[in-house]
């Protein structure tokens, strides 16, 4: 079990990282409002349950995953409770099959560390050349729960408000698909 605070509807008094300050600056300069706690660290989906109930959302599950040579990049969201299988998305998308990110590619592409990947990491402009996928299902939620770019910072935004504002801002398009 993790602590988790309550509910904030401010900035944080502090940033933890780059990411971290430029995922509240983006909120920021498109008035997209959110809701927002601090927790312990959270890096499992399971983690996550007592954050999704204090916020009242479900959290994605946010994955960079990549081909063998490391080349191609995908930024794959998908419910947080489905099941992932790499096959399958690769199937989905007509490529070779990819494999997860190593934890240095995360941190040097999206500038989070394991278990605080996040559309925000979009906003970097080494993450320029990533492919933005979503599974379907995740889009059909109204709420779109996330990290801020750390482990121990959560929110949630209009689903919304990530697909009209933040991922036109990011300069990324995205595609949509059906595991």
């Known amino acids: 079990m993790i602590n988790v605070s309550e509910v904030y509807k401010d900035f944080p008094s502090e940033f933890k990282s780059f990411l971290h300050k430029k995922t509240y600056d983006a909120l920021r300069e498109l008035n997209i409002p959110f809701e927002r706690v601090e927790n312990d660290s959270a890096v499992t989906m399971e983690d996550c349950i007592q954050i999704d109930a204090r916020l009242n959302m479900k959290t994605v599950k946010t994955l960079l995953l990549t081909n063998r040579q490391e080349t191609s990049f995908y930024l794959f969201v998908t419910p947080g409770d489905k099941m992932f299988r790499t096959k399958d998305f690769s199937s989905a998308m007509g490529i070779s099959r990819v494999s997860f990110a190593t934890p240095e590619k995360l941190l040097e592409i999206l500038g989070t560390e394991v278990g605080a990947a996040t559309i925000f990491g979009l906003l970097c402009e080494s993450a320029r050349d990533v492919q933005l996928v979503f599974d379907s299902q995740a889009l059909c939620e109204e709420w779109y729960g996330c990290t801020d ?26 595609t949509v698909i059906d595991v």
């Open 149 to 174: 770019g750390t482990t121990t910072g959560y929110m949630k935004i209009a689903t919304k408000d990530v697909l009209e504002k933040l991922v036109p801002y990011t300069n990324h398009h995205y």
